[in-house]
């Protein structure tokens, strides 16, 4: 643990001051995801983005225990813990 807070006060040195971490299923991240994560970057230096490639299922699990905070995905839903939005 004091090796993750060594490297946190690193990437808060170097501007990082937070992360977003992203689930998504491949099409997501082939084909609509870059433009907007370039777009975000750009809007929002200071933030790391993590990306994990997973099934729709798997995003969902995956935001749902708290291992993402952002998932795409493709209907249907199966994890009635989550609120979703349409996007792309």
Do not use: M, Y
Not at 22 to 29: D, E, G, L, M, T
Not at 57 to 76: C, H, L, N, S, T
């Amino acid at each position: 643990s004091l090796h993750a807070l060594e490297s946190e006060v690193v990437e808060f040195s170097r501007g990082i001051k937070g992360q977003l971490r992203i689930a998504a299923n491949a099409s997501a991240i082939s084909e609509c995801l870059p433009a907007d994560l370039a777009a975000f970057s750009q809007a929002h230096p200071g933030i790391r983005i993590s990306l994990d490639d997973r099934t729709s299922a798997e995003v969902q699990a995956a935001v749902a225990e708290g291992r993402a905070d952002v998932g795409i995905f493709v209907p249907p839903q199966h994890e009635a813990r989550l609120r979703s939005w349409p996007w792309a």
